[in-house]
């Protein structure tokens, strides 16, 4: 098992950083209406031109945000949205807004996606999920290309202050 480390997921959050992605749904949190709960980050450049994306783990050259599930230890969904920003992308920074609530529209999924825009502080070398994902700086229309049927990838895209 990795060992944490005592570097913060960014300058304003006070929780650790650990080598080791969270995997299952045992800890999961749902909605009302059984909605699984999903936080996921929006990542930008200092200069707002760019958005980085990571590639899925279930299928090679697809593209999407950095998000995950909330788990019941962690207080709030911008807390599990840094983490999953760190365990994707390796990246830490300030969430700047909530870019609110968006359901997931595919037929196979019943979740609710909480997604916050970060201005990214610090990319990484090295984070716990980087022998599974590749991570790439595109431009908004870039972004939008390869999220292809992922429209919550979009809403979230285009709810942040990226520049088009």
């Known amino acids: ?23 299952g ?34 299928k090679v050259n697809c593209w999407v945000l950095p998000k995950g599930g909330w788990e019941t ?16 992308a390796g990246i830490t920074g300030k969430i700047t807004k909530s870019l609110g ?3 997931d529209n595919r037929s196979t999924a019943n979740a609710v996606f909480l997604f ?12 716990p999920e980087m022998k599974k994902r590749k991570r790439k700086w595109v431009t908004y229309k870039e972004a939008s290309e390869k999220f292809g049927t992922r429209s919550e990838m979009l809403d979230a895209l285009d709810r942040s202050s990226i520049k088009r």
Do not use: C, N
């Open 1 to 23: 098992m990795a060992q944490a480390t005592t570097t913060s997921y960014s300058s304003s959050s006070t929780h650790q950083r650990s080598m080791e992605a969270r995997v």
């Open 101 to 103: 609530k968006i359901r």
């Open 25 to 58: 749904r045992t800890k999961q949190r749902y909605d009302t209406d059984g909605s699984r709960l999903v936080a996921g980050i929006v990542p930008l450049s200092k200069d707002k031109s760019k958005v980085l994306i990571v590639e899925s783990t279930r």
């Open 116 to 127: 916050f825009e970060m201005t990214v502080e610090e990319e990484l070398s090295e984070w």
């Open 73 to 88: 230890d962690e207080g709030d969904a911008e807390t599990a949205a840094q983490r999953e920003a760190w365990e994707e």
